[in-house]
């Protein structure tokens, strides 16, 4: 049973993740695991020091734990850039930047690693208001490129093929044939009536206004990525799928480090990187969760939490792992789930590192809408 | 030609206003942004926080943007504290219909105004609330109760459940961190929606600095009625307090427990994890409502447990807009169904 600690400055508490109800536990692990968190106080998602954290935590976790595999996220960069507008030369500080933590954290760990950026941001050029359909228009927080529609009129299909924002409309048996044909075995882990209609997907530099977007107009937002830079001396990939295997097959003679650096494209890495393929055909994967559980799993996953679905009509009164945002399963196949090895997670991707890459302890930062409420620790397991 | 909606009585032939909502017309005030909304979202009522009205159900959040305060804390600056003006791009156009058939297309059992002052946007709601109640929906709201008396009046029809901000207990506090000379119309306000509406009051606790005033605010809810929900809550520092301490939670704690003594419903949360989210009866000390609070907007009902708003144990009754309502009672519905 998953266990989390909660540090919410200067006070701890711990809860069974599942259920949210608190629970008593003191397992070396766990005590181990609340001793990191107090001495990493969160800076806060676009703060100067919030990469430092992932690095300086990481290494204090590695330091009692002495695990086989790390994985990191970086992503002050991604927050800061996409809400907050950086003259050109501060932007690219910015990336260079989190690229420099990244290999602080290599230097300092000595761990092999596997650096993957989720590609470049670009300016958004406009955005689309959807909120006049009859139908429903539902977008995500973090998604800028998709946009799911349902039930849509007549009416609402004239207008949005009369957008020329809008690259194309997907009718959702189609998008789910395109990712059937490129993975066999594809999951489809929501129940396909919370599925929308269509899905509408914005030319590149574009994004939605619907309901469910931020509040907070982005000021970038991700290219179309159709390919992301990796950068690793353990082999030569050419898709994003290929890197859970590739790491497995190292583990048994590397200690390896998975570090994300988000919104970071191609040109702020070294010369030895390679681009891999992000998605299928015309579909790329955005920073987000269907990234990380592709990455993790090594198998296509757009719709574990599928872009514009109606997440608001699940059983909400039934909702398990409330610390997990709107994850709300342990899916299988990730990178470390079944790996006899010790494995971390550290990042500041908020209530995700946990449920993305199935590590035995993982420590993030528990902010919300860029309100930091401090962090959290998860303990899947400590008997190895 | 003064502003009547709120305290401040702006003069509206003097440039912009304060919250810079309202504008001279004809000799008329006029909403300068109306039918203009920053957000419609689906969400838990608890996460607003309502604690004692329909618990469960789900509301459809909406918010314009301008208020008429200047909180150095507050947490929504980026919508409440800009220009109205520069924030026209971002928001949604729905005339009142639109909006209301919006809530039933998302199967919201209610409309709740959250993100700023509602009383910048009456004129908005209330067209909002001819069509809510022919939807038989009903509205609520969050607003910091410094409105003129005619404008609380307006406020009492447009709304059934109101969750007023008392942020603090001296004209002293109010001036420094929200800006305004004097507090006494907002304790008339809350006495004035106490009449009529289901009230619920909300103090962010900041130490050092308003915890010295719990028990002031705690004896004025009771003076009221002590069945009151009072949510005080924990200071997120933002806007211009980002540099402040989290408040120290196990302290703030014991400085709640003379107020516990007067008031039953006392609920201290907006940090993760918080354990005095739950109700209970005020009579035996079981536990009638949980609840789970993920803080910031991040409550929800966990597990109802007063059937017919009374006490299982010991039949006592809870005081309860409404009753329970399941997440699910309504669900989106098409457009067809709506129109
Ligand atoms: S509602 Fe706005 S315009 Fe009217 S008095 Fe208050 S601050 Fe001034």
Redesign the pocket.
Same mark, same amino acid.
């Given at each position: 049973m998953s266990l989390a600690v909660i540090d919410a400055r200067e006070w701890q508490n711990r809860f069974d993740l599942e259920t949210g109800q608190p629970r008593k536990s003191d397992t070396p692990g766990v005590e181990m695991a609340a001793g990191v968190l107090s001495r990493h106080p969160y800076p806060g998602d676009v703060d100067e020091q919030a990469n430092q954290w992932v690095t300086d935590t990481a290494l204090d976790l590695i330091s009692h734990y002495d695990p086989d595999l790390v994985c990191l996220s970086y992503v002050q960069q991604f927050f800061s850039d996409r809400h907050f507008k950086h003259p050109e030369t501060e932007r690219e500080r910015l990336f260079a930047a989190a690229m420099a933590e990244a290999n602080r954290f290599v230097d300092l760990s000595g761990f092999t690693p596997v650096i993957v950026g989720t590609g470049d941001m670009i300016p958004l050029a406009g955005d689309m208001d959807l909120s006049g359909l009859d139908g429903l228009a539902v977008s995500s927080n973090w998604s800028a490129r998709y946009c799911g529609i349902h039930g849509p009129s007549p009416r609402d299909m004239d207008f949005l093929n009369s957008l020329d924002t809008l690259e194309r409309i997907v009718p959702k048996q189609e998008w789910i044939d395109l990712f059937q044909a490129a993975q066999p075995d594809l999951e489809i882990l929501q129940d396909p009536r919370l599925m929308p209609d269509f899905l509408a997907v914005a030319r590149e530099g574009q994004a939605f206004k619907t309901m469910g977007t931020t509040l907070r107009k982005p000021v970038h937002i991700p290219a179309n990525n159709f390919q992301v830079p990796v950068v690793t001396p353990l082999g030569i990939i050419n898709d994003l799928r290929e890197i859970k295997p590739l790491i497995r097959e190292h583990l048994s003679t590397h200690k390896i480090a998975l570090i994300l650096v988000e919104g970071v494209g191609e040109s702020f890495f070294p010369e030895s990187r390679r681009l891999v393929q992000n998605g299928v055909d015309w579909f790329c994967y955005e920073p987000g969760d269907a990234f990380y559980l592709t990455l993790s799993t090594g198998r296509h996953q757009p719709f574990a939490y599928p872009a514009g679905f109606r997440f608001f009509d699940k059983d909400a009164d039934a909702v398990k792992f409330p610390f997990s945002g709107y994850m709300d399963m342990i899916l299988g196949h990730t990178l470390a789930l079944n790996f006899p090895g010790k494995s971390i997670a550290v990042g500041n991707r908020s209530m995700f590192m946990h449920m993305a890459f199935g590590v035995d302890i993982s420590i993030e930062c528990f902010a919300r809408n860029l309100f930091n409420q401090g962090c959290m620790a998860v303990v899947h397991r400590d008997d190895k | 030609m003064k /502003?009547q909606? /709120?305290e401040?009585? /702006?003069d509206?032939t003097k440039g912009r206003?304060? /919250?810079g909502?309202?504008m001279e017309e004809n000799g008329r005030v006029k909403e300068r942004f109306p039918d203009q909304w920053c957000t419609y979202t689906p969400s838990r009522i608890e996460s607003v926080p309502f604690y004692h009205a329909y618990p469960g159900a789900r509301s459809m959040i909406i918010g314009t943007a301008g208020c008429?305060f200047r909180c150095r804390y507050c947490s929504n600056g980026f919508i409440a504290c800009k220009d109205p003006a520069d924030l026209q791009e971002v928001m949604y156009t729905l005339p009142a219909d639109r909006l209301v058939a919006m809530a039933k297309k998302m199967g919201c059992h209610n409309i709740v105004f959250n993100v700023n002052e509602p009383?910048?946007s009456l004129p908005s709601l209330e067209r909002v609330k001819y069509y809510a109640r022919k939807e038989e929906i009903p509205m609520g709201c969050l607003t910091n109760g410094y409105t003129t008396e005619s404008a609380t009046r307006l406020m009492m029809e447009i709304f059934s459940f109101v969750h007023i901000g008392l942020k603090g207990f001296s004209n002293a506090f109010y001036h420094e961190f929200v800006g305004i000379p004097d507090m006494a119309p907002i304790l008339r306000n809350i006495r004035m929606f106490a009449q009529t509406c289901h009230v619920e009051i909300a103090s962010p606790v900041i130490e050092d600095v308003n915890d010295h005033e719990l028990f002031d605010i705690a004896r004025f809810i009771h003076d009221i009625r002590p069945d009151i929900p009072w949510h005080v809550f924990r200071l997120l520092p933002e806007h211009h307090m980002k540099e402040s301490l989290y408040p120290n939670i196990d302290r703030m704690d014991q400085a709640l427990e003379t107020s516990r003594k007067l008031l039953p419903y006392i609920y201290f949360h907006n940090f993760v994890g918080s354990r005095w989210v739950n109700t209970l009866c005020p009579d035996c000390g079981h536990t009638v409502i949980k609840r789970f609070s993920l803080g910031c907007s991040g409550d929800r009902l966990d597990e109802f447990l007063a059937p017919g708003n009374t006490c299982p144990e010991c039949g006592t009754p809870i005081p309860i807009l409404g009753t329970r309502v399941a997440w699910n009672e309504k669900q989106s519905v098409s457009w067809e169904a709506v129109s």
């Open positions: - | /502003c909606f /709120c401040r009585t /702006c509206l206003s304060f /919250c909502m309202y008429n009383a910048v």
